[in-house]
């Protein structure tokens, strides 16, 4: 019986089929890697401490206004920037720190946009002062199993789906005009966090953290013929949530026509009335994350406890919460015996705390972090905080914040610098 031998070209031709696209896919992002990469450590950042005057008359709104200005959807131009420079979207870092208990409010940002952001606050807070320090994490040495310093922290991610929002200001009733009540009865959602990072002691440090940039098409919905589609807005996955929940309120039979409509209920009403409302601002990709710092032999347990409960106001079994993710321990001593897994997850969290990374990764490494995934998509999966969420995090509290440590400004200030540029 004669053996029929598959000619020689034929061999050729389905090994150049399959391995031409699979080197192609590597090469592309490996020079994806390497641009992104080389981009990243090209930007120039500043690092801005907002001080807040003595008397703040305005509710949160006047932060939402500044947060505006950081809805940057632009950033890596066309496809030649995009693909050839390594060019990737603006990003900014809002950070709340306690050093010592002395509270600051920081903003970190490219350089490029300092200006603008330092023109926003004061258009909103004329009598505050925005200057440029260093860097305040350089004072801390990365982590290492020999090292000076003990080190908690975790990542924050949200429990349900990104449309539905956290309890907000508005929840607190504190858009309402200051006058409108007495200072000892307004109630500001933030007032827990300054209070139990104002508390820590000599030697002791609190990070909070939240990086943004503007939202990404990237959510999955069901088109009206049911099939799911790739790459929609928030506000298209928010028109999702809102039509999945008025079928809910439908009576269907075994055949699946409705039979019956029940009302909703006041409370149900007024989770989809926060979607809508939240979903008419501004949307951000946002990460969130804290730590806590402070000596080896002088570390207190009791301190994880607080950083984590500090965010606990903004949490709603109704609407959205906050939950840890990601933290720098284990549960069971056999999930880690040799010890060295602890050291690198706090030496990552410290390091991308520093590096102020969240949707993008390597860069701040020698070398990218996976070889085949450019830092683009070798970043964290980022959730929703709108314009509204992000203010009732990161604003400047009225005098029903009396930490004594909170850096206010003292004297009163005439106006902001004339010769600032626009």
Same mark, same amino acid.
């Given at each position: 019986?004669q ?6 070209? %034929? ?7 399959i391995?031409?696209? %699979? *080197?192609?896919?590597?090469? @592309?992002n *490996? @020079?994806?890697?390497? +641009? ?6 090209? +930007?120039? @950042? ?8 003595k008397? +703040? ?26 693909? @050839? ?8 870092s809002l ?32 009598? &505050? ?7 305040? #994490?350089?004072?801390?040495p $990365? ?23 956290i =309890? ?5 009733g504190? $858009?309402? &005009? ?15 966090? %300054? ?5 820590i ?9 939240? %990086?943004? !940039?503007?939202d990404?098409? !990237?959510?999955?919905v ?30 269907? /039979?075994?055949?699946g026509?409705?039979?019956a409509?029940?009302?909703?209920t =006041? ?6 009335? &926060?979607?809508e ?8 990709d946002a ?12 570390? $207190? ?13 903004y949490?709603?079994n ?12 284990? /549960? ?8 060295r897994?602890?050291i690198?997850i706090k030496k ?17 490494? =020698?070398?990218?972090k996976?070889?085949? #995934?450019y ?5 964290? =999966?980022?959730f929703?905080?709108s ?5 009732t ?9 009396e930490?004594?440590s909170?850096?206010?400004?003292e ?5 902001p ?6």
């Amino acid at each position: 019986m004669q053996t029929t031998v598959a000619p020689a070209f %034929l061999v050729d031709t389905i090994a150049l089929i399959i391995i031409v696209p %699979l *080197l192609s896919y590597f090469a @592309w992002n *490996l @020079w994806l890697s390497y +641009v992104q990469t080389l981009f990243l450590r090209s +930007v120039k @950042w500043s690092l801005l401490e907002i001080k807040p005057p003595k008397e +703040v008359f305005k509710s949160p709104l006047a932060m939402e206004l500044v947060l505006n200005s950081l809805y940057q959807t632009g950033g890596h131009g066309n496809w030649m920037q995009k693909y @050839w420079q390594g060019a990737v979207r603006n990003w900014f870092s809002l950070e709340i720190v306690s050093i010592e208990g002395s509270i600051h409010f920081y903003v970190r940002t490219a350089s490029k946009f300092k200006n603008v952001i330092q023109s926003q606050v004061y258009a909103q807070y004329p009598q &505050a002062e925005v200057t440029e320090v260093e860097d305040y #994490t350089a004072a801390v040495p $990365d982590f290492s199993k020999d090292g000076p310093i003990g080190l908690w922290g975790c990542n924050l991610v949200l429990t349900k789906d990104d449309p539905y929002p956290i =309890k907000t200001y508005i929840d607190w009733g504190l $858009d309402r &005009a200051v006058g409108s009540l007495d200072e000892e009865q307004r109630i500001d959602p933030i007032t827990p966090m %300054l209070e139990f990072m104002g508390s820590i002691g000599v030697g002791e440090q609190i990070w909070f953290q939240i %990086l943004v !940039r503007g939202d990404t098409k !990237r959510f999955t919905v069901k088109n009206k013929d049911g099939v799911e589609e790739d790459g929609k807005s928030w506000v298209d996955s928010t028109k999702q949530v809102i039509k999945d929940f008025n079928t809910s309120l439908n009576e269907k /039979d075994k055949e699946g026509k409705t039979i019956a409509t029940r009302r909703a209920t =006041k409370g149900e009403l007024g989770v989809i009335e &926060a979607i809508e409302r939240n979903a008419s601002k501004f949307g951000f990709d946002a990460g969130v994350r804290t730590i806590y710092i402070t000596q080896k032999d002088s570390f $207190d347990a009791n301190r994880i406890a607080g950083l984590t409960g500090m965010i606990r106001q903004y949490n709603s079994n109704d609407f959205n919460s906050f939950k840890p993710d990601s933290p720098t321990a284990f /549960d069971f001593p056999w999930q880690d015996i040799t010890g060295r897994k602890i050291i690198k997850i706090k030496k990552d969290m410290l390091g991308a705390y520093k590096s102020r990374a969240w949707f993008y990764s390597g860069f701040d490494l =020698k070398r990218p972090k996976t070889f085949f #995934t450019y830092p683009e998509k070798g970043g964290k =999966k980022p959730f929703i905080l709108s314009t509204e969420e992000l203010a009732t995090m990161f604003h400047l509290p009225g005098r029903v914040a009396e930490t004594p440590s909170f850096v206010r400004i003292e004297a009163t200030k005439s106006e902001p610098p004339a010769n600032l540029p626009i």
